[in-house]
């Protein structure tokens, strides 16, 4: 049975994605439920499985090229199956050929050393032929140190940066911050913990408290439109997880968080993290988050300036929990602190807006509320 590849549906706003790495290659058997390629987007790469099983005959979409959604990029066939016609991705225009430069081994050696384009260097020999002397000549122009290495863009790599590029474009951001003391919920944990029999986080206590408060604070549950500030229904919270390829962050989504017990965010936000580590991510899995809460607190920093996602109006960050000095009726103490922040898009809201939602979320982790949670 011939069974045509589609580069799938995403996400919603989702027209055209890259397509990454195959991870099998045109003769290679496939399995139904086997990891085939990698389709990547301006916010993750998703790793698509194959539908069916046979042999890979054919593969349209090389890698790195851009298929809108829908395109038919390969075919899986039994070996000796005719394949039907397909239309092919189109290709890229061709890259224009570069023009031959004339250089001595010497010259082409140091600018390398010098990180110098030999196409931009003028000649100074009547053959036209460019020396070491024209390449330092050169070399003494160019802003900035000689280069070690230059490390090419993955697609995720560009993805990623394409979409930052894009918010920090059309967002105005702002950010306020607060210390908070966590000797309160630390003192819990062990006691929560045990009654959920899973380990309880102080991420998952802040997770819980903004859900719970979002709804009395709906500006932060929202995102700018050209014709209208756009107030979110539902309280979907985005975990943004930093992963070690590419250097890239994955935001799996907890849906309806307001409406989750403490207990079952703690799951939840343990069972996304387990398969953001395996890659096992669905595109479903990462669509519609209306809220960000970044944890960075394993990084040992003591706060750091989060990134808004692209249609939501803020994002929460949580730096590391250490003892701090403190002052606590006049006289200096020792406590548990940690610096939480929250970036906005001062579009939608101000910082008095901001700031009354973030203290809010202080005096709940502080008060230790989270002992009456459900």
């Not at 069974?3 to 706003?13: F, G, Q, R, S, W």
């Not at 911050?177 to 000797?183: G, P, R």
């Not at 756009?230 to 985005?238: D, K, N, Q, R």
């Not at 602190?337 to 008095?352: I, K, M, P, Q, Y």
Request: one cysteine or more.
């Amino acid at each position: 049975m011939v069974t045509k590849v589609i580069l799938p549906k995403l996400a919603e706003n989702i027209e055209e994605a890259t397509v990454g790495q195959w991870f099998k290659q045109e003769g290679e058997p496939v399995a139904d439920g086997e990891l085939l390629f990698e389709a990547i987007t301006d916010k993750a790469a998703v790793e698509v499985k194959a539908e069916a099983s046979g042999v890979l005959r054919k593969i349209y979409a090389t890698e790195n090229s851009v298929v809108p959604v829908g395109q038919v990029i390969a075919v899986i066939a039994e070996a000796d199956e005719e394949l039907p016609p397909v239309e092919a991705p189109k290709p890229e225009a061709e890259p224009a050929v570069a023009p031959i430069v004339k250089a001595s081994f010497g010259a082409r050696r140091l600018a390398k050393q010098l990180g110098v384009d030999l196409a931009s260097v003028q000649p100074s020999r009547p053959d036209g032929r460019i020396s070491e002397d024209d390449v330092r000549a050169a070399a003494a122009h160019v802003a900035g140190p000689p280069v070690l290495k230059k490390i090419p863009h993955s697609p995720l790599k560009r993805a990623l940066a394409d979409h930052l590029a894009h918010v920090s474009g059309n967002v105005v951001p702002s950010i306020v911050s607060v210390e908070v003391d966590f000797s309160a919920v630390l003192a819990a944990l062990p006691q929560l913990s045990a009654r959920a029999d899973t380990p309880i986080e102080p991420r998952d206590i802040v997770v819980h408290t903004a859900a719970s408060l979002l709804p009395n604070h709906r500006l932060l549950n929202a995102c700018f439109t050209d014709d209208a500030v756009v107030l979110y229904a539902p309280i979907h919270i985005g975990l943004a997880f930093d992963i070690d390829r590419d250097q890239g962050v994955l935001v799996p989504v907890l849906r309806d968080a307001d409406q989750k017990s403490l207990d079952d965010i703690a799951r939840e936000a343990a069972a996304l993290s387990a398969r953001v580590e395996a890659h096992d991510l669905a595109p479903a899995d990462m669509a519609d988050a209306t809220f960000t809460v970044s944890d960075q607190s394993a990084l040992d920093i003591d706060s750091f300036v989060p990134i808004l996602n692209d249609q939501q109006s803020a994002i929460l960050a949580i730096s590391t929990i250490r003892p701090r000095p403190v002052v606590r009726d006049g006289e200096l103490a020792v406590a548990h602190t940690a610096t939480l922040s929250v970036a906005f898009d001062h579009r939608v809201l101000n910082g008095t807006t901001a700031a009354r939602f973030l203290n809010a979320v202080r005096a709940a982790i502080e008060k230790a509320e989270i002992t009456n949670l459900r």
